[in-house]
């Protein structure tokens, strides 16, 4: 499977080398402040009491609609594994925190984070909801934490 990020919006020539204006950009920021805000409420109080193939629907609707917010769009090549498939490793060319949501707006997965970021206020403890395993990449049997099932 490839992914690829796309504007969806179709590319103006006129518009090249042009900013976005600062209240198109004021807007967006408050949409993903309270997109966010909303993901921890419902990390906080929902998440812990549904089941998990309803947890990971909750988690791939928030991923599409953050980056609904970003005006991006995640076009997928190859085959996507459906949720009964088990036993899979996603092997990604992280670039950067987009990767995260594009992979879970098409299909839950769980992510491996180097364990400071649990440490890191806000987005720490909303990554730990979402089934993150946290290791010391100091720590060689940590290693072996990554093949087993949650």
């Known amino acids: 499977m490839q992914l690829t990020f796309s504007n969806r919006l179709p590319a103006n020539p006129c518009l090249q080398n042009k900013k976005t204006a600062l209240p198109a950009q004021l807007y967006r920021l408050t949409r993903l ?8 409420v419902v990390a906080a109080t929902i ?4 089941s998990a193939s309803r947890r ?3 988690i791939r609707r928030w991923s599409r609609q953050f980056l609904g917010i970003l005006n991006i769009r995640v076009i997928a090549k ?3 594994p ?4 088990q036993g899979t490793m996603f092997v990604a060319n992280h670039i950067s925190w987009l990767d995260i949501h594009a992979l879970n707006s098409l299909r839950t ?8 970021i649990r ?3 806000v987005i ?4 730990a909801q979402a089934n993150t395993l946290f290791i010391e990449r100091e720590k060689t049997r940590d290693t072996g934490r990554m093949v087993l099932p949650p």
């Open 82 to 85: 459906d949720d009964g498939t």
């Open 33 to 40: 402040a309270l997109h966010t805000l909303y993901g921890l």
């Open 119 to 121: 440490g890191w206020p």
């Open 109 to 116: 997965v769980r992510f491996i984070a180097k364990a400071d």
């Open 78 to 80: 190859g085959h996507v």
């Open 56 to 58: 990971d629907l909750i």
């Open 47 to 50: 998440l812990p009491r549904v």
């Open 124 to 127: 720490g403890w909303l990554v």
